[in-house]
Every structure is written in C-alpha cells, then in structure tokens.
C-alpha cells in the first residue's frame, strides 16, 4: 500500500528555517492530496497546509500564514514544506498524510508517515 516518509526535521533556533520532505512511494495511483499536519507537545494534532495532484493548495493555518509553505514535484511524488521564520511553538512532530478523497482533515487522510520532530529553541 501507499507509504510516506518525512525528513529534513532537527533542531533550529528561532527565527531559522527549514525544509520538509514527504516522499510518496509503493502506489497504484497517485493519492488526490498530501497534506502536513503539526502536532505540538501535549496538543491535538492540527492541518498545517494540503496540496492536490494538480497544485490545488488548502490552507495556510493563520499561525503559519507568511512564514510556511507548500509545493510539490509529482515527477519525484514528494511535497516539500518550507518552513521560515521558526517559532518556539512551531515546535512538535511533523506528519505528512495522503487520502483519495476530496477532502484534507484528519479523518479523511488515510495514510500517515511516522513524523519528523522539529525544534525550535535559543
């Protein structure tokens, strides 16, 4: 079945960046969206941005608004996400998720990777 594999998490200082990577593999079809959801220490895991196969983009959240975003290479199947101007509360685990559906929401995505931690601290 489909699987995801994030990388490019560590540790930054505030006001720093970095760059995710979702990286698609062993699939029939291409999922619809690929999305990016931030679960912070202790909080509920939320929707950070999606992006569909033909660059249809969902989001941002306003916390992010201006500092991330996506984009991604279908001739690789990665979705990349760029993260700028880190904050201490940008700080958590990092998923990518995939769904066939229409839709990018927590019970619409029905392949998740493991995450890729980021922190952010002085």
Excluded at 62 to 68: L, N
């Amino acid at each position: 079945q489909l699987e995801l594999v994030e990388s490019g998490g560590g540790l930054v200082q505030p006001g720093g960046s970095l760059r995710l990577s979702c990286e698609a593999s062993d699939f029939v079809l291409e999922p619809s969206i690929i999305g990016w959801f931030h679960q912070a220490p202790g909080k509920e895991r939320e929707r950070v941005l999606c992006i569909s196969r033909s660059g249809r983009i969902t989001g941002p959240t306003d916390s992010v608004k201006g500092r991330f975003t996506i984009s991604g290479d279908n001739a690789k199947n990665t979705v990349y996400l760029q993260m700028n101007s880190l904050k201490p509360e940008d700080t958590g685990l990092y998923y990518c998720a995939a769904t066939y559906e229409n839709k990018c929401m927590n019970l619409t995505m029905a392949y998740w990777g493991k995450g890729t931690l980021v922190t952010v601290s002085a």
